[in-house]
T-cell receptor, first 111, second 111 residues
């Protein structure tokens, strides 16, 4: 079945550093979504991408829909303590419109 | 406007019992999707309902079922509970397959 490979699995960074994570697949997707999940809560949508090559920003977050439609990345600039959490990528499959999630990237910020 | 509401937040059941979880989508949203989240498997798609019809289904056994009412509220039922069904169950609503908004989830523990 279709899978999303999200990397890295976890990251330890210093406050103020930039962060980059990505998702790749052997299958193409129509839509890429990036979510953040805090403990005990549901994922919250950060950025949605609907067109190949699209680059979208939301504050300090920037995400791109890969030109091949098989990948996407998320960058966070100048990280702050509240960025801690698990980040998920998700793709909408063109064949049957299912949302497939990556396994998540757990972001830790060192004091 | 109110977000996605899931009830109950926490539930403890014993093996063999059945359980019903409820999800009230954002007003005006007609699509409701359900996901199971476990540490080992991540977020796995269960099913999606749109205008009271199941539009998509994941790869879960028939013990997992759902329905959607005319006011778009949705329920998910799991029969003959197994220990492995312990998970966070999340529902997400959208207008129609864009910008899914998640609820806070129902944490089900099967003992």
């Amino acid at each position: 079945g279709q899978q999303l490979n999200q990397s890295p699995q976890s990251m330890f960074i210093q406050e103020g550093e930039d962060v980059s994570m990505n998702c790749t697949s052997s299958s193409i997707f129509n839509t890429w979504l990036w979510y953040k999940q805090d403990p005990g809560e549901g994922p919250v949508l950060l950025i949605a991408l609907y067109k190949a090559g699209e680059l979208t920003s939301n504050g300090r977050l920037t995400a791109q829909f890969g030109i091949t439609r098989k990948d996407s990345f998320l960058n966070i600039s100048a990280s702050i303590p509240s960025d801690v959490g698990i980040y998920f990528c998700a793709g909408l499959t063109p064949r049957d419109d299912k949302i497939i999630f990556g396994k998540g990237t757990r972001l830790h910020i060192l004091p | 406007k109110a977000g996605v509401t899931q009830t109950p937040r926490y539930l403890i059941k014993t093996r063999g019992q059945q359980v019903t979880l409820s999800c009230s989508p954002i007003s005006g949203h007609r699509s409701v999707s359900w996901y199971q989240q476990t540490p080992g498997q991540g977020l796995q798609f269960l099913f999606e309902y749109f205008s009271e019809t199941q539009r998509n289904k994941g790869n879960f056994p028939g013990r997992f079922s759902g329905r959607q009412f005319s006011n778009s509220r949705s329920e998910m039922n799991v029969s003959t509970l197994e220990l492995g069904d312990s998970a966070l169950y999340l529902c997400a609503s959208s207008l129609d397959r864009e910008g899914y908004t998640f609820g806070s989830g129902t944490r089900l523990t099967v003992v």
